[in-house]
């Protein structure tokens, strides 16, 4: 069953690679401008993240006595500090509009939504009913971010306020259903909000499983 449910999870990834290269080269094609800016800024939104998970590493009671929690600590807010100045640094540029600012987002949201189709459709191991959300919401993602796109173009100009507001509910949608969906596999619930946390673990390098005791088990993966 694990090596089913692994060889899934392997395919959906897959997808979801496929997706996004053809995506990227499709979206290049008609934004260069922003294609060029997706590998400069999607490494410092990933430091920014990166950063918030090294702090609650630093904060988490597992690793209490570690000498090495001031350093995660410490790495963690020198990785927001520099993520957040120079995102700033390009977001303030002359040249840099409020659509482009959409078009950039609305890439990532594509693919996330695209993501939770696949992993709705294809990993049978997550609660059904989340399934189903995620799959609807994924539908709802990849529309709401397509619209964003088109809107580039002239005639759709005034939609540019509720494209920020849209694409700003999506994703945290997405975030909190994704969630719910991961979890699912091990019988949690985002009811009790103290399990959210797990799914930061889940998304990082820990390795999650539960024991014949039923209690969840964290290991880091090396």
Do not use: C
């Not at 897959?14 to 999607?42: D, M, N």
């Not at 520099?82 to 609305?106: C, G, H, R």
């Not at 964003?148 to 173009?153: K, Q």
């Amino acid at each position: 069953m694990i090596n089913i449910t692994h060889k899934k999870k392997l395919r959906a990834d897959e997808y979801i690679s496929g997706f996004l290269i053809i995506t990227y080269f499709a979206f290049a094609l008609f934004f260069r401008v922003e294609a060029l800016l997706v590998l400069i800024v999607y490494p410092f939104v990933a430091l920014f993240f990166y950063g918030i998970i090294k702090i609650m590493t630093g904060f988490s009671k597992r690793n209490r006595g570690d000498g090495n929690n001031l350093n995660r600590v410490l790495l963690g807010i020198i990785s927001i500090f520099f993520s957040l100045a120079f995102l700033y640094f390009i977001v303030s540029q002359p040249n840099i509009s409020f659509q482009t600012i959409i078009n950039i987002s609305a890439l990532p949201i594509l693919i996330v939504g695209f993501a939770g189709i696949v992993k709705g459709r294809f990993i049978s191991i997550y609660s059904t009913k989340w399934r189903i959300l995620n799959i609807g919401i994924g539908v709802i993602s990849v529309g709401f971010s397509m619209l964003a796109l088109v809107s580039s173009y002239s005639i759709y100009q005034d939609l540019i306020l509720f494209n920020i507001i849209s694409l700003s509910i999506i994703l945290l949608v997405n975030i909190v259903s994704r969630a719910a969906l991961y979890l699912s596999e091990y019988g949690l619930s985002l009811i009790h909000l103290k399990n959210f946390k797990i799914f930061f673990y889940i998304i990082s390098d820990y390795f999650i499983f539960v024991n014949h005791e039923g209690n969840i088990i964290l290991e880091k993966m090396e």
